[in-house]
């Protein structure tokens, strides 16, 4: 069974940095794309942004300049680096995978249990 698990998150003040990270652990033959989500309270699950396994990148326009996404195939972890957060970055941060755990296995879309992000002053 493959898993995820998140960690960074915490209280920091506008302007300030986070830097998150999301390692996959279990039975895993190769990981394809990682991205970073969020879900501010009363609000819709959205796109923060993705990378795919050779390292391309894509961004939604929020945080575009701000926030860089990055991963270490060696380590199964993806990582989100957010400078300049604003009080709008505030909300529970979700990674997933796109996750074969065999060769003969499919794609499986696994999603973390989040991360709280709380940016206030």
């Known amino acids: 069974q493959v898993q995820l698990v998140e960690s960074g998150g915490g209280l920091v003040q506008p302007g300030g940095s986070l830097r998150l990270s999301c390692a996959a652990s279990g039975s895993i033959f190769s990981i394809n794309a990682m991205g970073w989500y969020r879900q501010a309270p009363g609000k819709e699950r959205e796109l923060v942004a993705t990378?795919?396994?050779?390292?391309?990148?894509n961004y939604a326009d929020p945080v575009k300049g701000r926030f860089t996404i990055s991963r270490d195939n060696a380590k199964n972890t993806v990582y989100l680096q957010m400078n300049s957060l604003e009080l709008e970055d505030t909300a529970v941060y979700y990674c997933?995978?796109?996750?074969?755990?065999?060769?003969?296995?499919?794609?499986?879309?696994?999603w973390g249990q989040g991360t709280l992000v709380t940016v206030s002053s």
């Open positions: 990378i795919t396994n050779v390292g391309s990148t």
């Open positions: 997933n995978a796109e996750i074969r755990s065999s060769k003969w296995a499919a794609r499986s879309l696994i």
